[in-house]
């Protein structure tokens, strides 16, 4: 064995050695988290997050500790998400009218138009009463 060839060896042992680390690491870590759910795509994400944290603030995939970090970035990222097993179901608007603002409180009123952004455009799009 020439000496490029040794040295090929012992990259590809020290990079099967790395990963088998980073794997008993994450091995462990998701026994200890029951909340993360540990399926192909979870996995497949939370590595590309751990190595975008390895990258910005030196987070070690190696140790388990670390695999919580990833985890807190990727809740919120997931959360941020709509999730794709339910669907979501768009809630019937009730179309504004004069008796209904007839019925209102002067002080309703002005609670509606300090919480809702769009009612000053409902009441003004309902034009003049007839």
Do not use: C
């Not at 088998?20 to 998701?30: D, E, L, P, Q, Y």
């Not at 019925?103 to 309703?108: K, L």
């Amino acid at each position: 064995m020439n000496v490029l060839e040794e040295k090929y060896q012992i990259a590809d042992e020290t990079e099967a050695n790395l990963t088998a680390r980073i794997v008993s690491a994450f091995k462990t870590f998701a026994a200890q988290t029951p909340s993360f759910k540990n399926t192909e795509e979870n996995r497949s994400r939370i590595f590309q997050i751990m190595e975008e944290m390895r990258e910005e603030s030196g987070l070690n995939p190696m140790r388990a500790a670390d695999w919580s970090q990833a985890l807190a970035r990727f809740n919120y990222l997931h959360d941020r998400q709509p999730t794709p097993n339910r669907q979501q179901r768009r809630v019937p608007v009730k179309r504004l009218s004069h008796d209904d603002i007839d019925q209102m409180t002067s002080a309703q009123y002005q609670r509606r138009l300090e919480s809702d952004p769009t009612f000053e455009q409902q009441v003004n799009a309902l034009g003049p009463r007839k």
